[in-house]
């Protein structure tokens, strides 16, 4: 079974940095785009950044210039360094993993970052 692990939430103050990194297991199917998005209270879940597995970046407007997103291939992870960080950027952040086919679509649990002083 496909497990996508999310690790490195924290709080952090205005302006602090944090990266999260991102794990995923048992996939024999390969990996085509993976992704971060995050869900405030309150709020539907929205895209933070998408990378393909040729390297194709996509950013939302709140975070371009601050956010940073990479992985690498040959091992599976993705990592989001997120860097002048404001109270609202306060949300779960989740890892998507998505494959060739739709079936092939797996999501982490979740790591929560809140950015307040």
């Known amino acids: 079974q496909v497990q996508v692990v999310e690790s490195g939430g924290g709080l952090v103050q205005p302006g602090g940095s944090l990266r999260l990194s991102c794990a995923v297991s048992n996939n024999i199917f390969g990996i085509n785009v993976m992704g971060w998005y995050r869900q405030a209270p309150g709020k539907q879940r929205e895209l933070v950044a998408t990378?393909?597995?040729?390297?194709?970046?996509n950013y939302a407007d709140s975070v371009k210039g601050r956010f940073t997103i990479s992985r690498d291939n040959a091992k599976n992870m993705m990592w989001l360094q997120m860097n002048s960080l404001k109270p609202e950027d306060t949300a779960v952040y989740y890892c998507?993993?998505?494959?060739?086919?739709?079936?092939?679509?797996?999501w982490g649990q979740g790591t929560q970052v809140t950015v307040s002083s």
């Open positions: 990378i393909s597995r040729g390297g194709e970046i």
């Open positions: 998507n993993s998505r494959g060739w086919v739709p079936s092939a679509n797996y």
